[in-house]
Protein backbone atom coordinates (compact mmCIF):
# COMPACT_ATOMS: atom_id res chain seq x y z
CA UNK A 1 0.00 0.00 0.00
CA UNK A 2 1.46 3.41 -1.01
CA UNK A 3 1.98 5.58 2.06
CA UNK A 4 0.59 9.27 2.49
CA UNK A 5 1.63 11.78 4.80
CA UNK A 6 -0.14 15.24 4.85
CA UNK A 7 -0.20 18.02 7.94
CA UNK A 8 -2.18 21.39 8.53
CA UNK A 9 -0.79 23.88 10.69
CA UNK A 10 -2.81 25.08 14.12
CA UNK A 11 -2.60 28.65 12.87
CA UNK A 12 -6.05 30.77 12.81
CA UNK A 13 -9.03 28.95 11.69
CA UNK A 14 -9.30 25.98 9.67
CA UNK A 15 -10.83 27.24 6.64
CA UNK A 16 -12.99 26.51 3.68
CA UNK A 17 -9.67 26.61 1.12
CA UNK A 18 -7.50 24.12 3.68
CA UNK A 19 -10.70 21.40 3.60
CA UNK A 20 -10.99 21.84 -0.30
CA UNK A 21 -7.19 21.49 -1.42
CA UNK A 22 -6.09 18.97 1.31
CA UNK A 23 -8.74 17.56 4.10
CA UNK A 24 -11.01 16.67 1.36
CA UNK A 25 -8.40 14.80 -0.49
CA UNK A 26 -7.52 13.26 2.74
CA UNK A 27 -11.16 12.00 3.32
CA UNK A 28 -10.80 10.55 -0.45
CA UNK A 29 -7.84 8.72 0.10
CA UNK A 30 -8.22 6.77 3.29
CA UNK A 31 -9.48 3.73 1.92
CA UNK A 32 -6.74 3.32 -0.77
CA UNK A 33 -3.41 4.29 0.87
CA UNK A 34 -1.33 4.11 4.43
CA UNK A 35 -2.38 7.54 5.02
CA UNK A 36 -0.55 9.27 8.19
CA UNK A 37 -1.92 12.83 9.09
CA UNK A 38 -0.25 15.37 11.73
CA UNK A 39 -0.94 18.76 13.20
CA UNK A 40 1.89 20.70 11.98
CA UNK A 41 2.73 22.64 15.65
CA UNK A 42 5.97 23.58 15.22
CA UNK A 43 5.54 25.19 12.12
CA UNK A 44 2.58 27.12 13.52
CA UNK A 45 5.11 28.71 16.17
CA UNK A 46 7.42 29.95 13.16
CA UNK A 47 5.22 32.81 13.16
CA UNK A 48 3.33 35.22 16.18
CA UNK A 49 0.66 32.68 17.94
CA UNK A 50 -0.31 32.79 21.69
CA UNK A 51 0.71 30.46 23.57
CA UNK A 52 -2.30 30.50 26.12
CA UNK A 53 -4.59 29.46 23.64
CA UNK A 54 -2.59 26.95 21.27
CA UNK A 55 -3.56 23.66 23.23
CA UNK A 56 -6.86 24.11 22.10
CA UNK A 57 -5.96 25.70 18.96
CA UNK A 58 -3.91 21.98 18.23
CA UNK A 59 -7.09 19.90 19.53
CA UNK A 60 -9.65 21.94 17.65
CA UNK A 61 -7.63 21.21 14.54
CA UNK A 62 -7.48 17.68 15.19
CA UNK A 63 -11.18 17.09 15.90
CA UNK A 64 -12.54 18.98 12.39
CA UNK A 65 -9.81 16.27 11.22
CA UNK A 66 -12.42 14.04 12.50
CA UNK A 67 -15.41 16.00 12.30
CA UNK A 68 -14.59 16.06 7.87
CA UNK A 69 -14.52 12.21 8.21
CA UNK A 70 -10.73 11.27 8.56
CA UNK A 71 -10.99 7.80 10.45
CA UNK A 72 -8.95 7.05 13.02
CA UNK A 73 -9.03 3.31 12.91
CA UNK A 74 -7.73 3.83 9.47
CA UNK A 75 -5.23 6.59 9.84
CA UNK A 76 -2.21 7.61 11.64
CA UNK A 77 -2.87 11.36 13.29
CA UNK A 78 -0.55 12.80 15.90
CA UNK A 79 0.54 16.20 16.73
CA UNK A 80 3.99 16.95 15.59
CA UNK A 81 6.00 17.79 18.31
CA UNK A 82 4.92 14.76 20.32
CA UNK A 83 7.34 12.97 18.05
CA UNK A 84 10.56 14.60 18.65
CA UNK A 85 12.02 11.93 15.32
CA UNK A 86 11.02 14.65 12.89
CA UNK A 87 13.27 17.40 14.95
CA UNK A 88 15.94 15.48 14.88
CA UNK A 89 15.82 14.41 11.23
CA UNK A 90 15.35 17.65 10.22
CA UNK A 91 19.18 19.00 11.75
CA UNK A 92 20.46 16.20 9.57
CA UNK A 93 18.72 17.56 6.40
CA UNK A 94 19.51 21.38 7.48
CA UNK A 95 23.19 20.34 7.22
CA UNK A 96 22.65 19.25 3.44
CA UNK A 97 20.43 21.99 2.14
CA UNK A 98 21.76 25.34 0.93
CA UNK A 99 20.76 29.17 2.16
CA UNK A 100 20.08 29.45 -1.06
CA UNK A 101 17.68 27.64 -1.87
CA UNK A 102 15.69 28.21 1.07
CA UNK A 103 15.95 31.69 -0.33
CA UNK A 104 13.98 30.66 -2.88
CA UNK A 105 10.85 29.58 -1.35
CA UNK A 106 7.94 31.75 -2.13
CA UNK A 107 6.43 31.26 0.90
CA UNK A 108 9.10 32.59 3.12
CA UNK A 109 9.51 35.27 0.86
CA UNK A 110 5.51 36.28 1.48
CA UNK A 111 6.04 35.28 5.23
CA UNK A 112 8.95 37.29 6.11
CA UNK A 113 7.54 40.61 4.40
CA UNK A 114 4.69 40.30 6.99
CA UNK A 115 6.35 39.52 10.28
CA UNK A 116 8.21 42.10 12.13
CA UNK A 117 11.22 40.06 12.90
CA UNK A 118 12.15 36.80 11.32
CA UNK A 119 13.13 33.94 13.24
CA UNK A 120 15.55 30.85 11.60
CA UNK A 121 12.67 28.60 12.23
CA UNK A 122 10.31 30.76 9.61
CA UNK A 123 13.58 30.26 7.38
CA UNK A 124 14.01 26.31 8.20
CA UNK A 125 10.69 25.43 7.75
CA UNK A 126 10.68 23.71 4.55
CA UNK A 127 13.34 21.39 6.09
CA UNK A 128 11.10 20.38 9.11
CA UNK A 129 8.92 19.75 6.70
CA UNK A 130 10.66 17.26 4.42
CA UNK A 131 11.71 15.80 7.42
CA UNK A 132 7.89 15.17 8.45
CA UNK A 133 7.18 13.68 4.87
CA UNK A 134 10.46 11.86 4.60
CA UNK A 135 10.92 10.06 7.98
CA UNK A 136 7.70 8.48 7.07
CA UNK A 137 8.83 7.04 3.49
CA UNK A 138 5.73 9.04 1.93
CA UNK A 139 5.05 8.05 -1.60
CA UNK A 140 2.34 11.15 -1.81
CA UNK A 141 1.60 14.37 -0.08
CA UNK A 142 -1.79 15.48 -0.67
CA UNK A 143 -1.95 19.22 -0.41
CA UNK A 144 -2.96 22.87 -2.07
CA UNK A 145 -0.97 24.82 -4.57
CA UNK A 146 0.90 26.85 -1.69
CA UNK A 147 2.63 23.40 -0.62
CA UNK A 148 3.84 21.95 -4.08
CA UNK A 149 7.14 24.27 -3.66
CA UNK A 150 7.26 22.82 -0.33
CA UNK A 151 7.40 19.20 -1.17
CA UNK A 152 9.75 19.70 -4.18
CA UNK A 153 12.38 20.67 -2.22
CA UNK A 154 11.18 17.49 0.13
CA UNK A 155 12.12 15.63 -3.14
CA UNK A 156 15.55 17.07 -3.94
CA UNK A 157 16.84 16.91 -0.40
CA UNK A 158 15.90 13.05 -0.27
CA UNK A 159 17.86 13.07 -3.72
CA UNK A 160 20.87 14.64 -1.93
CA UNK A 161 20.67 12.33 1.00
CA UNK A 162 20.70 9.49 -1.06
CA UNK A 163 23.01 10.52 -3.56
CA UNK A 164 25.86 11.76 -1.36
CA UNK A 165 24.89 8.50 1.82
CA UNK A 166 23.13 5.97 0.04
CA UNK A 167 19.47 5.06 -0.64
CA UNK A 168 17.54 5.80 2.67
CA UNK A 169 14.53 7.71 1.55
CA UNK A 170 11.82 7.56 -0.85
CA UNK A 171 11.35 10.13 -3.52
CA UNK A 172 7.74 11.63 -2.46
CA UNK A 173 5.33 13.35 -5.32
CA UNK A 174 2.75 15.75 -4.67
CA UNK A 175 -0.94 15.64 -5.19
CA UNK A 176 -2.84 18.41 -5.77
CA UNK A 177 -6.58 18.36 -7.14
CA UNK A 178 -6.61 21.21 -10.23
CA UNK A 179 -9.88 22.89 -9.50
CA UNK A 180 -9.40 23.55 -6.25
CA UNK A 181 -5.62 23.51 -5.17
CA UNK A 182 -5.44 27.41 -4.67
CA UNK A 183 -9.26 28.72 -3.41
CA UNK A 184 -8.62 32.55 -3.61
CA UNK A 185 -10.02 35.14 -0.90
CA UNK A 186 -13.74 36.22 -0.80
CA UNK A 187 -12.28 40.35 -0.34
CA UNK A 188 -9.77 39.61 -3.11
CA UNK A 189 -9.44 37.34 -5.80
CA UNK A 190 -5.90 38.04 -6.54
CA UNK A 191 -5.20 36.90 -3.10
CA UNK A 192 -5.41 33.23 -1.65
CA UNK A 193 -7.98 32.52 1.02
CA UNK A 194 -5.79 32.41 4.41
CA UNK A 195 -6.06 30.78 8.02
CA UNK A 196 -4.76 34.26 9.09
CA UNK A 197 -6.47 36.74 6.54
CA UNK A 198 -9.20 39.12 7.58
CA UNK A 199 -12.35 37.53 8.80
CA UNK A 200 -14.93 38.61 5.83
CA UNK A 201 -11.98 36.79 3.37
CA UNK A 202 -12.43 33.33 4.74
CA UNK A 203 -15.14 31.04 5.29
CA UNK A 204 -14.26 28.93 8.54
CA UNK A 205 -15.06 25.64 8.88
CA UNK A 206 -16.57 26.61 12.84
CA UNK A 207 -18.67 29.52 10.80
CA UNK A 208 -22.30 29.70 11.53
CA UNK A 209 -24.66 29.14 8.88
CA UNK A 210 -25.98 32.87 9.01
CA UNK A 211 -22.60 33.37 9.06
CA UNK A 212 -21.58 32.08 5.94
CA UNK A 213 -24.41 33.32 3.75
CA UNK A 214 -23.37 36.94 4.91
CA UNK A 215 -19.72 36.24 3.85
CA UNK A 216 -21.14 34.93 0.26
CA UNK A 217 -23.45 37.45 -0.62
CA UNK A 218 -20.67 40.38 0.14
CA UNK A 219 -17.54 38.18 -1.38
CA UNK A 220 -16.60 40.28 -4.22
CA UNK A 221 -17.65 40.26 -7.77
CA UNK A 222 -16.55 41.28 -11.40
CA UNK A 223 -18.05 43.38 -13.03
CA UNK A 224 -20.97 42.92 -15.20
CA UNK A 225 -24.03 40.32 -14.75
CA UNK A 226 -23.45 36.90 -15.72
CA UNK A 227 -22.12 34.04 -14.29
CA UNK A 228 -19.00 33.03 -16.19
CA UNK A 229 -16.40 30.50 -15.98
CA UNK A 230 -13.61 32.97 -17.56
CA UNK A 231 -10.04 34.49 -17.00
CA UNK A 232 -11.48 37.82 -16.74
CA UNK A 233 -13.99 37.17 -13.98
CA UNK A 234 -11.75 35.78 -11.59
CA UNK A 235 -14.07 36.37 -8.51
CA UNK A 236 -16.71 34.71 -10.26
CA UNK A 237 -14.82 31.84 -11.58
CA UNK A 238 -13.28 31.46 -7.74
CA UNK A 239 -17.02 31.07 -6.66
CA UNK A 240 -17.72 28.43 -9.12
CA UNK A 241 -14.66 26.27 -8.29
CA UNK A 242 -16.29 26.01 -4.83
CA UNK A 243 -19.41 25.57 -5.90
CA UNK A 244 -18.65 22.85 -7.76
CA UNK A 245 -16.58 21.72 -5.64
CA UNK A 246 -19.29 21.37 -2.75
CA UNK A 247 -22.23 19.99 -4.85
CA UNK A 248 -20.41 17.87 -7.08
CA UNK A 249 -21.73 19.25 -10.12
CA UNK A 250 -19.42 20.02 -13.20
CA UNK A 251 -18.48 24.27 -13.64
CA UNK A 252 -20.50 24.35 -17.24
CA UNK A 253 -23.43 22.36 -15.75
CA UNK A 254 -23.51 25.09 -12.71
CA UNK A 255 -22.93 28.13 -15.63
CA UNK A 256 -25.87 26.71 -17.69
CA UNK A 257 -27.78 26.70 -14.37
CA UNK A 258 -27.64 29.94 -13.71
CA UNK A 259 -27.82 31.79 -17.05
CA UNK A 260 -29.56 35.03 -17.35
CA UNK A 261 -29.79 35.09 -13.51
CA UNK A 262 -27.47 37.60 -11.50
CA UNK A 263 -25.21 37.45 -8.93
CA UNK A 264 -27.72 37.66 -5.60
CA UNK A 265 -29.26 33.56 -7.01
CA UNK A 266 -25.88 32.18 -7.90
CA UNK A 267 -24.28 33.88 -4.56
CA UNK A 268 -28.14 32.45 -2.61
CA UNK A 269 -27.29 28.95 -4.09
CA UNK A 270 -23.71 28.84 -3.12
CA UNK A 271 -23.88 29.77 -0.07
CA UNK A 272 -27.00 27.10 0.73
CA UNK A 273 -24.25 24.57 -1.25
CA UNK A 274 -21.61 25.17 1.26
CA UNK A 275 -23.96 25.30 4.18
CA UNK A 276 -25.03 21.61 3.51
CA UNK A 277 -21.63 20.28 3.66
CA UNK A 278 -19.66 22.67 6.67
CA UNK A 279 -22.68 22.61 8.53
CA UNK A 280 -23.13 19.01 9.61
CA UNK A 281 -19.01 18.80 10.10
CA UNK A 282 -19.14 22.02 12.26
CA UNK A 283 -22.00 20.21 14.45
CA UNK A 284 -20.34 16.77 14.16
CA UNK A 285 -16.40 18.98 15.72
CA UNK A 286 -19.50 20.29 18.81
CA UNK A 287 -20.39 16.48 19.21
CA UNK A 288 -16.81 15.09 19.50
CA UNK A 289 -16.01 17.79 21.99
CA UNK A 290 -18.28 16.53 24.47
CA UNK A 291 -15.77 13.26 24.34
CA UNK A 292 -13.25 13.91 26.59
CA UNK A 293 -11.43 10.61 25.81
CA UNK A 294 -11.51 10.77 22.24
CA UNK A 295 -9.15 13.32 21.27
CA UNK A 296 -6.46 12.11 23.76
CA UNK A 297 -6.73 8.60 22.94
CA UNK A 298 -6.96 9.64 19.35
CA UNK A 299 -3.24 11.16 19.27
CA UNK A 300 -1.98 8.68 21.69
CA UNK A 301 -2.51 5.99 19.84
CA UNK A 302 -1.53 7.43 16.63
CA UNK A 303 1.65 8.68 18.13
CA UNK A 304 2.72 5.23 18.83
CA UNK A 305 1.98 4.07 15.30
CA UNK A 306 4.29 7.49 13.88
CA UNK A 307 6.96 6.99 16.74
CA UNK A 308 7.75 3.15 15.54
CA UNK A 309 7.51 4.12 11.63
CA UNK A 310 9.74 7.06 12.21
CA UNK A 311 12.53 5.74 14.01
CA UNK A 312 13.34 2.97 11.56
CA UNK A 313 13.75 5.91 8.81
CA UNK A 314 16.06 7.99 11.26
CA UNK A 315 17.97 5.42 12.58
CA UNK A 316 18.95 4.42 9.21
CA UNK A 317 19.24 8.07 8.47
CA UNK A 318 22.09 8.03 11.24
CA UNK A 319 23.77 4.83 10.22
CA UNK A 320 24.24 5.91 6.46
CA UNK A 321 25.58 9.63 7.33
CA UNK A 322 27.77 7.45 9.62
CA UNK A 323 26.56 9.13 13.27
CA UNK A 324 25.96 5.68 14.80
P1 LIG B 1 -1.22 25.09 5.88
O1 LIG B 1 -1.62 24.84 7.30
O2 LIG B 1 -0.90 26.48 5.50
O3 LIG B 1 -2.34 24.57 4.94
C1 LIG B 1 -2.89 23.27 5.09
C2 LIG B 1 -3.29 22.72 3.75
O4 LIG B 1 -4.30 23.53 3.14
C3 LIG B 1 -3.88 23.93 1.84
N1 LIG B 1 -4.40 25.27 1.57
C4 LIG B 1 -5.13 25.59 0.51
N2 LIG B 1 -5.58 24.86 -0.53
C5 LIG B 1 -6.32 25.49 -1.46
N3 LIG B 1 -6.64 26.80 -1.39
C6 LIG B 1 -6.22 27.58 -0.38
N4 LIG B 1 -6.54 28.86 -0.32
C7 LIG B 1 -5.43 26.97 0.64
N5 LIG B 1 -4.85 27.43 1.77
C8 LIG B 1 -4.21 26.38 2.32
C9 LIG B 1 -2.35 23.91 1.91
O5 LIG B 1 -1.76 23.81 0.64
C10 LIG B 1 -2.11 22.69 2.77
O6 LIG B 1 -2.16 21.51 2.00
N6 LIG B 1 3.51 23.62 5.98
C11 LIG B 1 2.16 23.13 5.83
C12 LIG B 1 1.82 22.05 6.83
C13 LIG B 1 2.78 20.92 6.81
C14 LIG B 1 2.80 19.88 5.84
C15 LIG B 1 3.88 19.02 6.24
C16 LIG B 1 2.05 19.60 4.69
C17 LIG B 1 3.74 20.66 7.73
N7 LIG B 1 4.42 19.50 7.38
C18 LIG B 1 4.20 17.89 5.49
C19 LIG B 1 2.37 18.47 3.96
C20 LIG B 1 3.44 17.63 4.34
C21 LIG B 1 1.21 24.29 6.03
O7 LIG B 1 1.54 25.24 6.69
O8 LIG B 1 -0.01 24.12 5.50
Known sequence: MKRV???VRPSGELQLGNYLGAIKQWVEMQDEYDCIFAIAD???????????TFQQKVKDHMLFYL???????KCTLFIQ?????????????????????????????????????????????PVLMAADILIYQ???????????????????????????YGEVFKIPEVKLVKETARIMSLTDPTKKMSKTGEDRSRINLSDAD????????????????EIEYVEDKPAISNLLRIYSAYSGEPIEQIVAKFEGKGYADFKNSLAEVIIKKIGPIREKKIELEKDEELY?????????????ISRETLEKAKKAAGLI
Open 296 to 308: KKTIFEGLEKAEI
Open 81 to 125: SQNSNHTELAWILDTITTVSELQRMTQFKDKSQKEKVISAGLFNY
Open 67 to 73: ASGIDPQ
Open 210 to 225: DVIMKKIMSAVTDSGK
Open 42 to 52: YHAITTEYDPK
Open 138 to 164: TDVVPVGEDQKQHVEIAADIAKRFNHR
Open 5 to 7: FSA
